[in-house]
């Protein structure tokens, strides 16, 4: 199934997300059908606030990184209640997008390389280390279940500059390729 992309000025992608308990209905279902949305909106992360629910899991593929990112090879997932436990000094400066903020893209400097501890799908516990497209990838939609998006990391300047055209997104005042929502 795939479901709709909720849209920058939605209410749901500025709350903080509630923790996946392992008897959350349907898990392996709704992890398929985050691919599926996912896939279907040319994405390569998908966080569960981005189709209204307000729980703490994500989807990545970052396999179309992979021609300039060999990192992003093979690197699909789901992260179930994933925090942060390290991050690197060391800053990466890249262009992004989300597919909560169709046709807005801009640099965003975080963490080159971080440690991270989630549950897979079978909540199973993991630790890892994060490097390159990986740490972006991750640390992004990381930040929706804390109710922030991209555009939050901005300088004060860059706010100012992007905001007529996030108010009018918010209003419903965007062009996407794939199916949205907005809900206050």
């Not at 966080?47 to 703490?56: L, M, N």
């Not at 209640?81 to 992004?96: H, M, Q, R, T």
């Amino acid at each position: 199934m795939v479901y709709p992309v909720y849209i920058y000025g939605s209410s749901v992608l500025r709350k903080v997300a509630e923790e996946v308990t392992p008897d959350f209905p349907d898990l392996d279902k709704f992890i398929e059908d985050m691919f599926e949305t996912m896939y279907d909106s040319d994405g390569v992360g998908l966080a569960a606030p981005q189709i209204g629910k307000s729980v703490r899991l994500f989807v990545i593929d970052a396999d179309p990184f992979s021609e300039d990112y060999p990192e992003g090879k093979g690197f699909k997932r789901a992260f179930i209640n994933p925090e942060i436990i390290e991050a690197s000094e060391e800053k990466w400066l890249f262009n992004e997008g989300c597919l909560s903020l169709p046709g807005v893209r801009e640099d965003v400097e975080r963490p080159a390389e971080i440690t991270v501890r989630y549950l897979d799908a079978k909540f199973e516990p993991h630790t890892e280390k994060l490097t390159g497209i990986q740490a972006r990838v991750f640390q992004h939609e990381f930040d929706h279940l804390n109710g922030e998006v991209f555009t939050d990391r901005l300088s004060p300047l860059r706010k100012t500059l992007l905001k007529n055209r996030l108010d009018k997104m918010a209003k419903g005042n965007f062009k996407a390729s794939y199916r949205c929502k907005q809900v206050k």
